[in-house]
């Protein structure tokens, strides 16, 4: 009877190291054995993606309510390339995700489309640069909706830079009151209390600093965020004030106090909404920090006498029977902002626009409280 039980647990365990993810699972397409790209120019690869059957992993987020890892892919800043995703794979929506099914080793569930950029404008030359691509991922049994531990994988792409730098005529589309100065920047800051955006970018020669002027800083959502929340510096690279930072290279986006201390270094999402989601914790309006802020309707009335409000850089939540309790702004999209408590491990979905509210434990989300207007 025990080694009937001692085979069985083996079984299980073999079955579950079968189902888990492994690196030849995701194969890297290339046009060549060396990819070749200009100084501050790009070039496409592919992943192919092998998930076995009764499985899946995420693709993206559906909304903020999301606690699974959407599959990512990254290049350390300290490379001087840098990995954009162009094409994801075809999503089918599932909860709070969008989740690409497995079809079996033997069949490609699905495509990814990259784009790699050089950030430096390296001179062109015979060097090979072995650049290492930092997949993380993670896969989830489709029956059961019990997910492995996340994982993370490494491909190799070898680039030379070849060819001249590209310069180009960059005309500015964005409303957003840039300031070019580091110093006039700061004493803008130390007289408003806000925070300092700050971008250093190469927009005349750099395709992905071109990418994210139009990409990003364009939309007139994000030139409300920075102009309204922060003061904006845009710092070129023929700026001498781009010494001022450590980066690696261009566009380097971070968030800086009015005393110069980094607050957020990097993790900038460069579209539309995970840009504003990555910046919307570190808005502020007032000149104040410890003041009520106000940004949009940043204050809500729920029907159990909870006051939901954001109050310097955390939010509090307050009611007769807690107190005042302290949240941090965790990430939002155009639906919920999501709170986290900063002693314990629960989380509130507060809705933007009237509807349900959410509590999370710290392992499900339960519906527990509605937005009055």
């Not at 009877?1 to 190291?17: D, I, Y």
């Not at 130390?190 to 700050?198: E, Q, R, T, Y």
Request: proline letters at 5%; glycine letters at 6%; charged letters at 25%.
């Amino acid at each position: 009877m025990k080694l009937k039980s001692v085979a069985l647990l083996f079984f299980l365990f073999s079955a579950a190291l079968q189902a888990q993810q492994k690196p030849d699972d995701f194969s890297l397409i290339t046009s060549g054995p060396i990819l070749e790209v200009s100084p501050g120019g790009s070039a496409d690869i592919k992943i192919a993606v092998r998930i076995p059957e009764d499985n899946h992993i995420y693709v993206r987020p559906a909304t903020a309510m999301s606690f699974n890892i959407a599959t990512s892919f990254r290049i350390p800043d300290s490379e001087g390339f840098a990995v954009d995703v162009q094409n994801a794979p075809e999503a089918t929506k599932h909860d709070t995700d969008y989740i690409l099914e497995g079809k079996g080793r033997s069949n490609v569930a699905g495509v990814y489309e990259l784009r790699i950029f050089e950030q430096k404008g390296r001179k062109a030359g015979p060097q090979v640069y072995t650049v290492p691509i930092i997949i993380k991922t993670q896969m989830c049994n489709s029956k059961t909706n019990i997910c492995f531990r996340p994982q993370e994988f490494k491909k190799s792409v070898r680039i030379k830079v070849i060819g001249e730098k590209q310069s180009v005529s960059v005309r500015a589309t964005s409303n957003i009151n840039w300031e070019s100065s580091y110093d006039q920047a700061m004493a803008e800051a130390k007289k408003s209390g806000k925070n300092v955006f700050v971008v250093i970018t190469a927009p005349s020669w750099c395709g992905y600093c071109q990418m994210l002027e139009r990409d990003v800083f364009s939309k007139d959502s994000v030139a409300a965020a920075l102009n309204g929340g922060f003061i904006p510096l845009r710092i070129l690279d023929t700026n001498s004030d781009q010494n001022k930072f450590q980066f690696s290279g261009y566009p380097t986006m971070k968030i800086a106090s009015s005393s110069g201390q980094i607050v957020k270094d990097g993790g900038i999402g460069r579209s539309e909404q995970s840009f504003l989601a990555a910046i919307a914790p570190f808005a502020k309006t007032n000149e104040q920090e410890n003041t009520q802020e106000v940004l949009g309707k940043d204050e809500y009335r729920a029907n159990l006498s909870i006051r939901v409000y954001k109050s310097g850089a955390n939010w509090v939540v307050e009611s007769p029977v807690t107190g005042k309790v302290l949240y941090t702004e965790a990430r939002r999209d155009e639906k919920y902002i999501i709170l986290k408590s900063t002693q314990k491990n629960e989380f509130l979905a507060v809705p933007l626009n009237g509807d349900q509210g959410y509590f999370h434990d710290g392992e499900k989300w339960s519906p527990a409280f509605t937005i009055q207007q």
